[in-house]
């Protein structure tokens, strides 16, 4: 049974930073497309990256290019999404995600797997 769980959200304040984890079992890690989306209040969820590890590439949602880094410890089965320079706009309820078809997809609908996600609220 495949399992993503998200965690590490939180309070931040605008500025700062915060990196989250996605832990991963019953799939082959090391093969796995990695996907975060966020999804704010009243919003349809957002692309925000895609990584995938054995092809070392990462696509990025405009939106958050240059703030947003993306890592994996596959020893571990554990996904990081690292935010810095956070802005109240950040603020949403982040999901990893993963498929198996090696693409690295900005749609929902191709990825099979999904964690609970995470809150992250940005905030003075």
């Known amino acids: 049974q495949v399992q993503l769980v998200e965690s590490g959200g939180g309070l931040a304040q605008p500025g700062g930073s915060l990196r989250l984890s996605c832990a991963a079992s019953?799939?082959?890690?090391?093969?796995?497309?990695i996907g975060w989306f966020r999804q704010a209040p009243g919003k349809e969820r957002e692309f925000v990256l895609a990584h995938n590890l054995k092809a070392d590439s990462t696509r990025y949602a405009d939106s958050v290019k240059g703030r947003f880094t993306v890592s994996r410890d596959n020893f571990k089965n554990t996904a990081y999404l690292q935010i810095d320079s956070l802005k109240p706009e950040d603020t949403a309820v982040y999901y990893c995600a993963a498929n198996m078809q090696g693409i690295l997809s900005s749609q929902t609908g191709r990825y099979n797997y999904w964690g609970p996600g995470t809150q992250v609220t940005v905030s003075s």
């Open positions: 019953g799939l082959t890690f090391s093969s796995a497309v």
